[in-house]
């Protein structure tokens, strides 16, 4: 079936730490994945993305990693601001049900001063 | 500002009524996506329209319904309101379609309220 979801719902931070965030999926017809950030009253604005042939992708302070064995997402993030505070949602591509987008529930990211 | 333009931003309706939501892609976009997003489901895929016709459908109630027009804007129709109707809804655009999907870019969302 068509399944994403987040291991945690809720991540508090300090500043300046790193934070991981973990996202499960169920569909190995999966072939791309996206991680969004949507802060509160706006919409999801797209962080990194990653295609199923890869196992890690770095970008500016965001690294995503793939393993496709246990069907399990990061989005890892450096030295985290106040402003990466939001809810963090994975999305998987599924090329067998016409390359529909399928979004997790999301996790709510805050870091404390 | 992602260049995807959804209006109105907000919207308060009785239950039974029936709006229209709307929503203008980025400029080149060909594909348009509709997302309904509620506390308790997150965001909800409804449909897909690319170069005007229906593409992908997903969870989208029959009292519901979209089109693409031929400048590319597209319009949600939801009819027969509901209290469990209420929700924020997003539009997204993308350059392509299928296997050239990548990012989606959201606009800011209508929010929904039904009493």
């Known amino acids: 079936g068509e399944s994403v979801g987040l291991h945690l719902p809720t991540l508090s931070v300090q500043e300046g730490d790193n934070s991981i965030i973990n996202c499960a999926y169920s569909n190995s017809a999966s072939d791309y994945f996206i991680w969004y950030k949507q802060e509160s009253g706006k919409g999801p604005q797209f962080i990194i993305d990653?295609?199923?042939?890869?196992d890690k992708r770095q970008g500016q302070r965001v690294t995503v990693l793939l393993n496709k064995t246990v069907k399990h997402l990061s989005l890892q993030i450096a030295a985290t601001q106040p402003g990466d505070s939001a809810v963090y949602f994975c999305?998987?591509?599924?090329?067998?049900?016409?390359?529909?987008?399928?979004f997790g529930k999301g996790t709510l990211l805050t870091v404390n001063p | 500002d992602s260049g995807v333009t959804q209006t109105p931003k907000h919207l308060i309706t009785a239950t039974g009524q029936r709006v229209t939501l709307r929503c203008s892609p980025r400029?080149?976009?060909?594909?348009v996506y509709w997302y309904q997003q509620s506390l308790d489901q997150g965001l909800q895929f409804l449909i897909q329209y690319y170069n005007g016709e229906e593409r992908a459908k997903g969870n989208i109630l029959e009292r519901f319904s979209a089109q693409q027009f031929p400048d590319l804007h597209s319009e949600l129709n939801l009819s027969s309101l509901e209290l469990g109707d209420s929700a924020l809804y997003f539009c997204?655009?993308?350059?392509?379609?299928?296997?050239?999907?990548?990012?989606?870019?959201f606009g800011e969302g209508s929010r929904l309220t039904v009493l």
């Open positions: 400029s080149g976009d060909l594909s």
């Open positions: 990653i295609r199923s042939n890869m």
């Open positions: 999305a998987e591509r599924d090329w067998g049900s016409n390359y529909k987008l399928t």
């Open positions: 997204a655009s993308s350059v392509g379609e299928g296997a050239q999907t990548g990012e989606l870019f």
